[in-house]
């Protein structure tokens, strides 16, 4: 799995995380609702200790062909049904998810700005400096 491949997964779980929040606020008053959240980094963190060696660059991602498991690694909604909130069954804790919503729009702005850093470098690199 290249950089940019690497990049591309995790915005496409940021995406993901970001309409799970919103749907668990938009739940957040229905009865028996379980909220969800979304596995990426744990499966990512998992397939890259199985990986020979990995060399990582200067922001921890890795370089080169690290393993064919990263690339099988992709985010997977799971839903948390081993806690109740309230009293009708529903799990949602508002504040949670709303500082959950925050840091993962923090997350994904990072990785946006880590996309454009690299494609500005490269047309530095192709129409020279």
Not at 8 to 14: E, K, M, P, V
Not at 58 to 68: K, M, R, V
Not at 84 to 109: C, P
Request: glycine share 4%.
């Amino acid at each position: 799995m290249n950089t940019m491949q690497l990049l591309q997964s995790s915005i496409d779980a940021a995406d993901l995380r970001q309409q799970v929040y919103a749907n668990n606020i938009a739940n957040a008053n229905t009865p028996n609702y379980k909220r969800q959240d979304v596995e990426f980094e744990t499966y990512f963190q998992q397939a890259l200790g199985s990986a020979p060696q990995a060399q990582m660059n200067e922001t921890h991602i890795p370089l080169g062909n690290t393993s064919a498991a990263l690339d099988s690694v992709t985010p997977t909604v799971v839903t948390d049904d081993s806690s109740t909130v309230d009293n009708n069954g529903n799990n949602v804790d508002i504040t949670s998810e709303m500082v959950d919503l925050a840091q993962n729009q923090v997350r994904y702005d990072v990785l946006m700005q880590d996309v454009s850093d690299r494609f500005n470098r490269m047309q530095t690199a192709i129409q020279g400096g």
